[in-house]
């Protein structure tokens, strides 16, 4: 409405101005004197103008006809497009400016003008492989998809542009959601270019996604193939996929392909924990458990972790409290400083009921990294050395607002899961899952849990319980075995020092 206005009111200044430049040149005294043939000319100041204007017209009628001689010329002598050329050169030079004014807007983000650019470069230049492409891209700005699949799906009956047009509709189904069109359109896509680093992980995600773990090990060979892809970082991946694969075989039934799969992925990335557990599993059901054991302490000299102390308590179901604590030095030597070899001994310890020496292999972890499982241990110490039922509700007290410790965490949007997967359950990305403590947020804890351990006793009080600790007492306080393994398995997922006979034992 401004802008039409503004036109209107420049175009009466423009008239203005010619109708009191005409008046003064009227007025004005004076012209020019022509002289040709013995004939003389007098211009007036408004005839000189008129003349002057009417001159350069002339000048260029005569070159454009000059140039249309030299193009007939041209036809003349052999050249069959020299006229042609010379009607299309200006339709060109417009066609042109018309699709850089339409570039001009798609990158200012101007949708409309650069649709309406790319419709008039259209019409000049009848070269839609160039104005499709600003045509799709300007529909999505404007959010109006239809007219954006419509031009990608034209751009995919022409074999210079069918990527573009094939990668577009990719996009767009996924942005719909439907991810089944999108799998097939990005397969089409990577048989077209496979060097293309967004297609390849493109179609990896929606593989991986699908659970299709042949084929993203097909598309991952791809990416070392053409240089996307580090070497060492493609082997973890390629193990990752193996370990998938091996677990998709095992839940088809088929133990000896699961078997030999986890024992590839195992080989493939010895640090991979799964991978190392089900490489573990198949060699004690193939009745092999020195490879078991090998696997198993390569492992935990990489990272120790519950998983792997569960793998190794399954080698000997059947054995004894003592004689499981003394097979498990295999593991606690290789790295006794570290926080969950820790807590493995003094579970052990507390199976075989040595409460001194759980409280020696416990440290000083209840001070330092305090978390449920850790908690929960002292708790038990406390109750197998005969401390007070107060003692030991202060230390359970405590567990109940403590951070719950490692866990299987996504590094890109640090979704918890309860068990490790190849593919974020949240985010969907693959290979992001990792075993680390999530980052603590802040929670409004319920009425009166802040002063629940001093309700229920301290977990340094011998005394007995107050009349306001039986007011809130909890229920009876498990052995400290059973604390232990129960609140292992329920918090971190291992129990990774017991076999499945010890809680029996206990009871």
């Known amino acids: 409405m401004l802008w039409s206005l503004f036109k209107i009111v420049l175009f ?107 419709t008039k470069a259209e019409k000049y230049l009848h070269k839609p492989e160039l104005t499709d492409l600003i045509t799709a891209q300007a529909a999505e700005m404007t959010g109006d998809r239809k007219k954006a699949e419509e031009v990608y799906k034209r751009l995919v009956q022409n074999d210079t542009t069918r990527f573009v047009g094939v990668r577009g509709l990719m996009k767009q189904k996924l942005d719909a959601g439907d991810t089944q069109t999108a799998l097939k359109l990005a397969e089409r896509a990577f048989a077209l270019k496979p060097k293309h680093e967004e297609v390849q992980d493109t179609l990896l995600r929606l593989q991986a996604r699908n659970a299709d773990w042949s084929g993203a090990r097909k598309t991952l060979n791809a990416k070392l193939k053409h240089g996307a892809l580090p070497r060492d970082v493609h082997k973890r991946r390629d193990a990752v996929l193996a370990l998938s694969e091996a677990k998709g075989v095992l ?52 990272q120790p972790h519950p998983d792997l102390a569960a793998a190794f308590a399954e080698i000997e179901p ?66 197998g050395e005969g401390a007070s039922d107060a003692v030991v509700r202060g230390w359970l007290a405590r567990a109940i607002t403590a951070p719950r410790g490692p866990q299987w965490v996504c590094e890109n949007c640090k979704t918890i899961h309860s068990e490790w997967t190849p593919v974020c359950n949240n985010c969907e990305s693959f290979d992001t899952l990792s075993w680390t403590s999530p980052p603590q947020s802040e929670t409004v804890l319920p009425a009166g849990a802040e002063m629940l351990p001093l309700l229920v006793g301290s977990r340094e009080d011998t005394s007995t319980a107050t009349e306001e600790a039986e007011i809130v007492e909890p229920d009876p306080v498990p052995s400290p075995a059973e604390e232990t393994v129960a609140e292992g398995k329920s918090e971190q997922n291992d129990g990774a020092s017991t076999s499945e006979s010890e809680p029996e034992k206990v009871k």
Request: hydrophobic share 50%; proline share 3%.
């Open 251 to 302: 839940d088809e039934g088929k133990t000896i392909e699961a078997q030999e799969a986890a024992i590839a992925a195992n080989k493939s990335s010895p640090d991979l924990i799964p991978a190392a557990a089900m490489a573990a599993r198949s060699h004690i059901a193939q009745g092999r458990p020195k490879y078991a054991v090998r696997i198993l302490k390569k492992a935990w000299q990489a």
């Open 12 to 118: 009466v200044v423009i008239v203005a101005a010619l109708t009191l430049g005409a008046g003064f040149l009227l007025e004005s005294s004076g012209g020019i004197q022509i002289t040709a043939g013995g004939t003389e000319f007098t211009l007036g100041p408004l005839q000189s103008v008129i003349a002057a204007l009417v001159a350069i017209l002339a000048v260029w009628i005569f070159l454009k006809l000059f140039t249309l001689l030299i193009a007939t010329l041209k036809f003349i002598n052999g050249d069959e497009t020299a006229i042609s050329r010379y009607f299309d050169r200006n339709r060109e030079r417009k066609g042109f400016q018309a699709l850089s004014e339409g570039l001009m807007a798609l990158a200012s983000g101007e949708g409309r003008l650069a649709m309406a650019k790319a």
């Open 318 to 383: 059947n054995e004894t409290a003592g004689a499981r604590l003394k097979r498990f030095r295999q593991l606690t030597v290789l790295r006794p400083e570290h926080r969950e070899t820790k807590l493995l001994l003094a579970e052990l310890n507390l199976a075989a009921e040595d409460f001194p020496e759980a409280r020696r292999s416990l440290g000083d972890l209840a001070e330092s990294q305090p978390d449920t499982r850790v908690l929960a241990i002292a708790a038990a110490i406390e109750r």
